[in-house]
């Protein structure tokens, strides 16, 4: 493989990501990934789509916008290959496909709406890769803002996966089903019994921010490993502030500020479900997961 750049487009419920890599081969015939470009926008589709049922026209034009200039970027970055897709927000849309229909005609961007398994089936994939060798049993969570998807990993081998509408976006618009609660918890809790001593493989913007403060406070923490018990202090610290405070106090962005509370909350229900103590965060996602699709597929 020659030294080429991927890029990979997400569009989620709550933000939509641009992700540029440069993907080349060492002496030895392995791939090196180094990132050019991350760009996200808080484009927030699930807020329209989850009480409306649709998108509005307003977030319409923002997306169109976003597009166009999505593609112009990854024209100056000389972009060898391209995947865009769009997830839970743009499945529950009625006007998803025609939204879509519209920006591929418009800009030439051919958007994909993922089903819920093939967005588990890229993030699973990337988990695979890095437990092939690792013994033990692994829950690879993904929490976005409209669904949450679960990958049961025995050993390096695929052996259960599941995507829910349980979301950080469609919990704070009232759109979350107790039926939906229920089935999942049922399901991790069948999991623990027939895989015990389950571990958690977090991803998704809000775990990783988590990780992240947990880490700035305590110096003598393990790298990558967020304990349970640690992820409830946090949660327990933000969730009677208002959403200033926790701009002011914790640095969050706005459009982090809310939905970092019901992310802590499904993955602290999770986590209780499954019996397991701690989070492994490697600071993975949709995006990465996309491009090392690509670079397979070559």
């Known amino acids: 493989m020659e030294n080429n750049n991927y890029a990979a487009i997400d569009i989620g419920s709550n933000g939509a990501r641009l992700l540029i890599k440069n993907v080349k081969e060492d002496s030895m015939g392995n791939m090196e990934f ?20 649709e998108i509005s026209d307003e977030r319409q034009r923002m997306m169109m916008h976003m597009i166009k200039s999505y593609k112009q970027l990854m024209k100056l970055f000389n972009v060898y290959k391209y995947r865009a897709c769009a997830t839970s ?19 030439g961007i051919e958007i994909e709406i993922l089903e819920g398994g093939e967005e588990a089936r890229l993030l699973y994939n990337n988990a695979i890769e890095s437990a092939e060798s690792v013994s033990g049993n692994y829950a690879y969570v ?25 979301g950080t976006i469609r919990l704070l618009s009232g759109a979350v089903s107790p039926d939906s609660v229920e089935t999942m918890t049922r399901d991790l809790k069948a999991y623990a019994e027939q895989y015990p001593g389950i571990v ?11 990780s992240r403060m947990f880490h700035e406070k305590s110096k003598k923490s393990r790298h990558n490993i967020l ?30 500020a809310d939905v970092i509370i019901p992310a802590s909350e499904i993955f602290l229900n999770i986590a209780k479900a499954l019996d397991c103590s701690e989070i492994h965060v490697p600071n993975i996602s949709l995006a990465d997961c996309i491009i090392d699709g690509l670079t397979t597929t070559d």
């Open 89 to 107: 927000a743009m499945r529950d849309a009625r006007n998803g496909e025609k939204i879509l229909k519209k920006i591929r005609k418009e800009t």
């Open 200 to 210: 958690i493989i977090g991803s998704g913007g809000n775990i990783n921010k988590l």
């Open 34 to 53: 180094s990132k050019v470009l991350f760009l996200r926008i808080p484009l927030r589709l699930g807020k329209d789509v989850f009480t409306l049922g």
């Open 142 to 166: 993904d929490v976005g803002g409209g669904s949450t998807e679960i990958s049961l990993l025995s050993n390096g081998q695929l052996v259960g996966s599941c995507s829910y509408n349980i």
């Open 227 to 256: 304990p349970v018990h640690n992820l409830q202090q946090i949660h327990d610290e933000l969730k009677p502030l208002t959403i200033e405070e926790r701009i002011n106090l914790y640095s969050l962005k706005p459009d982090r």
